[in-house]
């Protein structure tokens, strides 16, 4: 399967605790971003990196909150002392290049429930 | 900033039939794209139709066509002759620019197919 990967699919954690998650976009892509989606609710924006390069957060993203790309490849987001409000599903996508016209190919998401 | 703006939370349409999914978005750049995306209950983000601000022509992807009304600023989905496996939650997006990074998301439309 050559499209983006995400690990774990689902991870149920105690408030909190540390969570990471891990993505491996689409070998050639070199744009990586990564959404939370609740439920009912389209996903939004956390942030994104063109290889290494963090390029942008959103407001979204705390303090707990922290990406890495490490060498242009896979990323991981970690999110320190989990919340209730941190349940979520967590997308990752990739893309080609930065232009509007390259769409974004989506993974399968991490589940998050934070109990 | 960029919205977008999904007014049907929830649509139901006979199988065979055509369905259309509304979507209006506002931004001041001239250079964006709308993209259209299905996410069935597993979970998973399929990208379905894809539209730049600048084209001449609505776009067509098999049984997907874009209603693109740019003074209107409308990117409506039209699914002919739906089916079973259709039914699912259709997310309208944007990404904005010449270096676009992040999608916009509306909140998403629930397509009900009856048989």
């Known amino acids: 399967d050559t499209g983006v990967s995400q690990d774990p699919r689902h991870k149920i954690t105690k408030r909190g605790q540390n969570v990471t998650f891990r993505c491996d976009p689409i070998?050639?892509?070199?744009?990586l971003y990564w959404y939370r989606q609740t439920l009912g609710q389209g996903p939004e924006f956390l942030t994104y990196?063109?290889?290494?390069?963090?390029?942008?957060k959103s407001r979204l993203l705390s303090d707990r909150f922290s990406a890495e790309r490490p060498k242009g490849s896979f990323s991981t987001l970690e999110i320190q002392r989990t919340e209730q409000g941190d349940s979520a599903m967590y997308l990752c996508?990739?893309?080609?290049?930065?232009?509007?016209?390259?769409?974004?190919?989506f993974g399968p998401g991490t589940r998050l429930t934070v109990t | 900033a960029q919205k977008i703006t999904q007014t049907q939370p929830g649509m139901f349409v006979q199988e065979k039939e055509a369905v259309t999914l509304d979507c209006t978005y506002d931004?001041?750049?001239?250079?964006?794209?709308l993209f259209w995306y299905k996410q069935p209950s597993s979970g998973e983000m399929i990208f379905l139709i894809y539209?730049?601000?600048?084209?001449?022509q609505n776009a067509t992807e098999g049984r997907y066509s874009l209603n693109f009304q740019k003074a209107r600023k409308s990117a409506n989905l039209v699914i002919s002759a739906s089916q079973l496996g259709d039914s699912a939650m259709y997310f309208c997006?944007?990404?904005?620019?010449?270096?676009?990074?992040?999608?916009?998301f509306g909140d998403g439309t629930t397509l009900t197919v009856k048989p």
């Open positions: 539209q730049g601000s600048y084209d001449q």
């Open positions: 997006a944007m990404r904005v620019g010449t270096n676009a990074g992040k999608s916009t």
């Open positions: 990196f063109q290889n290494e390069a963090q390029l942008e």
């Open positions: 931004t001041s750049d001239p250079s964006y794209g």
């Open positions: 996508a990739s893309s080609l290049q930065g232009t509007a016209s390259y769409e974004q190919y």
């Open positions: 070998s050639e892509h070199n744009r």
